[in-house]
T-cell receptor, first 114, second 112 residues
């Protein structure tokens, strides 16, 4: 059972466009992580957000954690073909070492066309 | 290498066959996790080790699945009497303390 709903499931855009993908849940998480996964590879962590309302920026990527810690968004500015991949959000419960059982969403498959 | 290494990368098993999937975590990483990722899905938690102790195996789908990490380093996920629904990518991740977990490339298991 997936407790995290990601939307859209698929997104195909042209290079230079902006996009936002969403991760929503009815449950509260102590932290939320965003990963990018390329074909044939394991997920690679992009960011962890832990505080309600928190905004983190990583170059052209902006991540936001909802005030109630139930939802998150990832915004990409001026997308590039290298951004192509499966974007996964994962929620953790507990703190520190107990925060290991991540619940993943199904992911958003992003394709950026040159 | 410096990353998490999994072998084999690909495994084709006949239904009913037993398989063993290996994970070499990053040296010194205390925590090790196994996840199962079905086609078109996100990874789902299977089990968690802290050193050699298996602290959580609540995600293992049936008693045909067994994981071990006898010396607190290399881990093996064993699936007995494989079924078609076991076809998936099996991901291993390791972590030092409370830091980021690093995933391996996964083993793609196809049961025919």
């Amino acid at each position: 059972t997936q407790l995290l709903e990601q939307s859209p499931q698929f997104l195909s855009i042209q290079e230079g466009e902006n996009l936002t993908v969403y991760c929503n849940s009815s449950s509260v998480f102590s932290s939320l992580q965003w990963y990018r996964q390329e074909p044939g590879e394991g997920p690679v962590l992009l960011v962890t957000v832990v505080t309600g309302g928190e905004v983190k920026k990583l170059k052209r990527l902006t991540f936001q954690f909802g005030d109630a810690r139930k939802d998150s968004s990832l915004h990409i500015t001026a997308a590039q073909p290298g951004d192509t991949g499966l974007y996964l959000c994962a929620g953790g419960r507990g703190s520190g070492g107990s925060n290991y059982k991540l619940t993943f969403g199904k992911g958003t498959l992003l394709t950026v066309n040159p | 290498g410096a990353g998490v290494s999994q072998s084999p990368r690909y495994k084709v098993a006949k239904r009913g066959q037993d398989v063993a999937l290996r994970c070499d975590p990053i040296s010194g990483h205390v925590s090790l996790f196994w996840y199962q990722q079905a086609l078109g899905q996100g990874p789902e938690f299977l089990t968690y080790f802290q050193n050699e102790a298996q602290l959580d195996k609540s995600g293992l789908p049936s008693d045909r699945f067994f994981a071990e990490r006898p010396e607190g380093s290399v881990s093996t996920l064993k699936i007995q009497r494989t079924q078609q629904e076991d076809s998936a990518v099996y991901l291993c991740a390791s972590r030092a303390g409370r830091t980021e977990a690093f995933f391996g490339q996964g083993t793609r298991l196809t049961v025919v």
